[in-house]
């Protein structure tokens, strides 16, 4: 990719959000530019410390979500779907900050977060 253009690059990104209903903007590895998953370098604390301003739209990850369930999920597909996302280290830090997902009214909105 590093010798495309910009414009090339964006043709195809166009031609590939077209066919593709899925989440597709993912990071990659690629030992260049990023060298591992984001959770291993927390926890390693391998980052630069510097002041960060985090913030959320509320539902915002309904319009990723949602779809791959039809809709509606359960607890137990809830929990399943987030140990494919996030690494242990973060699956126990999430209750924490936004307690338990069986207190959750809806296991879909859990992951509003």
């Avoid at 926890?43 to 410390?49: L, V, W």
């Avoid at 959320?56 to 369930?69: A, D, G, M, Q, R």
């Amino acid at each position: 990719m590093r010798n495309l253009s910009v414009d090339r690059i964006l043709e195809i990104q166009d031609v590939v959000s077209k066919h593709n209903t899925g989440v597709i903007t993912m990071p990659v590895i690629d030992d260049y530019v990023i060298d591992d998953f984001m959770e291993n370098k927390l926890a390693k604390g391998d980052f630069h410390k510097v002041p960060l301003l985090i913030g959320s739209n509320t539902n915002e990850t309904s319009s990723l979500v949602c779809p791959i369930f039809n809709g509606t999920a359960n607890r137990t597909q809830m929990e399943t779907f987030l140990s494919t996302i996030y690494n242990s280290t973060i699956l126990n830090e999430i209750p924490t900050v936004y307690g338990p997902i069986s207190a959750s009214k809806n296991p879909l909105t859990y992951v509003n977060i």
